[in-house]
């Protein structure tokens, strides 16, 4: 009970911290600009909150690593955690993109031999069972498509996916739970 | 002995018949060995065309091949072994790669034989499985070719340990995820009525995408209400309290928006507690920082009356998003907490 709203309590923090370092930055910023800067903000403090023990968490990082201009932002709020969290910065850096594509393609040469193997034992007919193989393709074109969704989900087999969506759909949802309380709070203010 | 078997046998041609039955002579020792010797005679059968029930009528077994006919369905088993008790649902996803007359067939042997001591046998198939393939490849390629030109299913359960570790490792695989996809269903609003993976899929998919297009419109938001970025907080807070309190739940009654706020909120409260804990004993990834807090709340919650309280106060607000009504003046219940805040910072 009381560690959820800590949670959100801890998360709002350090996003107000991100946004007052980009404010100081830059100063006239479009609006563009500043939707781009509240939401990193919102998701390295969202990262940084779930102490990067998470695969997606460690690749919104990386992922936001990758553009030079956060670097700031990224040092302040995650480099106070570097100290606590030595690990899992060397995890931020590993999970560069170009290991990420070498695990890509050295799973689809196993999943290419696989299935060059199957098709020639099963050449008797044994996938034609249509029901089967068309509720198979489904499942496959929807597993890659929350692959796609989930921040560093592309080189995770099946199982870690759906962890990963489960503890990424819950602190989604409190992230979106404290941005829309904001909002709304700001709006009652602005509108007095 | 053998040579019923011999006589009954109308699929393959002698000479590998005879060598079949050499084998089956030095096999009929060992009960497991029985496993792999009898994948041949069905499978002959089946390549043949034959019912699968005529297959077990006109072979009668022999004593000694007793043991093997239930241990066929054993055998079949082989390639998907069932390792729980719950043979149906398990057998059913497990069969999904084979065609339709190997599943008929090892159907109709799984409702003749019922569980018989099948761990046992299963470990007895591990431990033999090796011993099989090097008596294989020991006796020369020419019988594996053989048996493959007549059924290839035979020669993947033939390939021994590799196979056997596999498919174990696939059904344990399976099952695994099937439990995780149970989380997700209760974590999903409106997933009760759907079952099976793709549909399921469809509306986690759905659910994230709808979370992050929120994300999305929200930052969008705060950036044209903040023109400068400088979102006063000490101020926000004291005068407008957003910050939920947890306790003092009924005291919010009198505004309606704003209960509905809180038991949003209280939902995603409730709602990372419950799946924090349930997820403890699986994934390690998952934090260990809820479990001191979890332990007296969550085990109340019943999971249906949780979904229903959240999906109606999560339609509402966005109803109320949408409309954008007047807020009517809050009671700062909260401000304990928001004090509290105001002190960390």
Redesign the interface.
């Known amino acids: 009970?009381?560690?959820?709203?800590s949670?959100?309590?801890k998360f709002?923090?350090k996003w107000?911290m991100g946004?007052?370092l980009?404010?100081s930055s830059k100063k006239n910023?479009t609006?563009?600009e500043?939707?781009k800067?509240?939401?990193l903000s919102?998701d390295l403090a969202l990262a940084s909150v779930?102490?990067y023990?998470?695969?997606w968490s460690r690749a919104l990082v990386a992922s936001a690593s990758q553009n030079d201009d956060n670097q700031a932002l990224l040092q302040h709020i995650i480099g106070s955690d570097a100290a606590k969290h030595k690990k899992a910065s060397i995890n931020v850096v590993a999970n560069s993109t170009t290991s990420v594509a070498k695990k890509i393609a050295s799973k689809k040469i196993l999943k290419r031999s696989w299935g060059i193997r199957r098709v020639r034992?099963?050449s008797?007919?044994?996938l034609k069972?249509p029901p089967?193989s068309i509720?198979?393709r489904?499942?496959k074109k929807?597993?890659q498509?929350?692959k796609n969704?989930?921040p560093g989900g592309e080189s995770m087999d099946?199982?870690?996916l759906?962890?990963?969506?489960?503890?990424?759909?819950?602190?989604?949802?409190?992230?979106?739970?404290v941005?829309?309380?904001?909002?709304?709070?700001?709006?009652?203010?602005?509108g007095k | 002995m053998n040579n019923h078997g011999t006589t009954t046998i109308t699929g393959g041609n002698d000479a590998s018949v005879f060598e079949r039955q050499q084998e089956r002579m030095k096999w009929q020792q060992e009960q497991s060995f029985l496993i792999v010797n009898d994948h041949q005679l069905p499978n002959i059968m089946l390549s043949s065309m034959q019912p699968f029930q005529g297959l077990v009528g006109n072979i009668k077994p022999d004593p000694g091949m007793e043991n093997g006919w239930p241990n066929f369905s054993n055998g079949c088993d082989d390639q998907f072994p069932p390792l729980m008790a719950d043979q149906n649902t398990s057998k059913n996803s497990s069969l999904v790669s084979l065609s339709p007359k190997k599943r008929k067939a090892c159907e109709n042997l799984k409702l003749k034989e019922v569980s018989k001591e099948k761990e046992d046998k299963d470990k007895k198939i591990k431990g033999c499985s090796e011993v099989i393939s090097t008596e294989n490849s020991s006796k020369g390629k020419s019988k594996v070719t053989e048996i493959k030109k007549q059924d290839f299913i035979h020669v993947r359960a033939r390939r021994g340990q590799a196979t056997d570790s596999h498919s174990l490792a696939e059904r344990v695989r399976r099952e695994k995820i099937s439990e995780r996809m149970k989380y997700l269903q209760e974590l999903v609003p409106g997933c009760n009525k759907i079952t099976g993976k793709a549909g399921m899929l469809d509306e986690i998919i759905n659910y994230v995408q709808s979370l992050q297009k929120q994300v999305e419109f929200l930052s969008m938001k705060l950036a044209a209400l903040h023109p400068r970025l400088d979102i006063d907080i000490d101020n926000l807070i004291t005068k407008e309290m957003f910050e939920v309190s947890t306790l003092g739940y009924s005291s919010e009654m009198e505004n309606s928006t704003y209960f509905h706020l809180n038991s949003l909120l209280e939902m995603g409260n409730n709602q990372i507690d419950m799946m924090l804990r349930k997820s403890i004993g699986g994934p390690v990834s998952i934090p260990e920082t809820f479990v001191v807090s979890s332990n007296c709340y969550n085990q109340m919650q019943p999971s249906v009356k949780w979904d229903a309280e959240l999906q109606n106060p999560y339609r509402m607000e966005f109803q109320q998003e949408s409309s954008a009504l007047p807020y009517q003046p809050q009671k700062i219940t909260g401000f304990y907490e928001g004090s509290n805040l105001k002190m960390e910072m």
């Open positions: 009970m009381h560690s959820a709203s949670i959100k309590q709002l923090k107000i946004l007052q980009c404010n910023m609006i563009m500043r939707r800067a509240i939401k919102a779930r102490n023990t998470t695969r034992k099963l008797n007919g044994a069972d089967y509720a198979k489904l499942v929807r597993t498509l929350l969704l989930v099946a199982i870690s759906i962890e990963e969506t489960l503890d990424y759909m819950v602190w989604l949802r409190a992230q979106v739970d941005m829309r309380s904001l909002a709304r709070a700001s709006e009652r203010l602005d």
